[in-house]
């Protein structure tokens, strides 16, 4: 999710947020291999329908979009030609909702990762085909040239420009996530934070970031108290008791987890975001393709042309991430310097 030292970390803290209400059927790995295959879904010509057997991940929604001549003209030539493109998931073995994951007809990958990619797909004419890899090995699928682009929560770092093109469409953003009914809230400032007991992963970004800002009020005579717990189940259990105020984490795990106990006596609510950069950057998540390939124009033009026309904040909101939401798709943008990523 963001940095390359910290990626498995983020997505185990994704998994983690989201376990205690996890899918009943979605978890499973894509039938095992690790580059299985899933098309399109069977949506109407012009037509893409974003959460479709999202089991309540999402808001299904049925978006109208269709190709933007000028746009898919800008396509490298072998791809237009080609007529598909083959787009790249890291979410084996279990998926990370509401990112990617099996969704409940056993089959098809969806989430807001798979479902944004059909969306650009459209826009350039081209018919979406999803492979799911482990997150090393759709690497490798880009390098191989297997696939075109991957859209699987990868972080605009400048490590990583040495090897790949960006487009960029999503805030990479960490939340502290609380009981629906408290009144407290981050609001950017760590300060806020004295006095409070927050559950984080170990080995996390957010830990990293979290201990700094435990330092700094140390230093002001000021307590935070960190606490860690084997699971997410236990994390949440704390946190309707009242043993911990808040738990700090990936966003879009946390969203989840908003929506699927929304109804629910122990309800959440997100209560402040942090960029996964620090405080001197925002990060960013970005579509990300072989360097020199000629993609990362035409796919920022098509992330470009669904923010424009709002199925951009169609797609958002559908997943509860409109707080994760960009004014623009920028071609490699500024990501994480060499000595954070």
């Known amino acids: 999710m963001s940095t390359h030292f910290t990626r498995r970390s983020l997505i185990r803290g994704i998994t983690a947020a989201t376990a205690v209400a996890s899918l009943a ?28 057997v999202s089991n309540g991940a999402a808001t299904q929604t049925a978006v109208k979009v269709s190709e933007v001549k000028s746009i898919s003209a800008e396509l490298p030539a072998a791809v237009r030609k080609s007529g598909k493109l083959v787009i790249g998931e890291g979410a084996l073995p279990a998926g990370f909702p509401p990112l990617a994951y099996v969704g409940s007809d056993q089959k098809t990958l969806t989430g807001s990762e798979p479902d944004l990619g059909r969306l650009v797909a459209a826009v350039l004419g081209l018919q979406p085909e999803i492979k799911n890899f482990t997150w090393e090995n759709m690497f490798v699928g880009i390098d191989s040239g297997k696939v075109d682009v991957a859209l699987s929560n990868i972080t605009d770092t400048e490590e990583r420009k040495k090897k790949y093109e960006f ?76 043993k911990i105020d808040a738990s700090f984490g990936p966003n879009p795990g946390f969203a989840y987890h908003n929506k699927q106990t929304a109804n629910t006596p122990n309800a959440t609510r997100t209560a402040g975001t942090y960029s996964g950069a620090g405080a001197s950057l925002q990060g ?36 509860n991430l409109s707080d994760e939401a960009v004014a623009k798709s920028e071609v490699n943008p500024p990501g994480l310097p060499l000595d954070n990523s």
Do not use: M
Request: hydrophobic content about 35%; overall charge positive.
């Open 25 to 52: 059927t979605g978890l499973a790995a894509c039938g095992g291999d690790s580059d299985a295959a899933t098309t399109t879904d069977s949506a109407k010509s012009g037509e893409v329908v974003v959460g479709r």
């Open 167 to 242: 487009a960029s469409y999503r805030q990479d953003n960490l939340a502290f996530i609380v009981p629906k009914k408290s009144t407290w809230n981050f609001d950017g400032n760590y300060e806020n934070l004295a006095g409070k007991t927050v559950a984080v992963g170990s080995g996390t970004n957010q830990e990293k970031i979290l201990l700094e800002w435990q330092s700094k009020l140390a230093k002001e005579g000021k307590k935070l108290t960190v606490k860690y717990f084997q699971d997410s189940t236990s994390t949440f259990l704390a946190l309707n008791s009242g």
């Open 284 to 319: 960013l998540i970005a579509a990300t393709a072989k360097k020199d390939s000629g993609l990362a124009k035409p796919l920022a033009d098509a992330i470009n042309y669904l923010i424009e026309h709002g199925q951009y904040a169609q797609w958002l909101k559908a997943y």
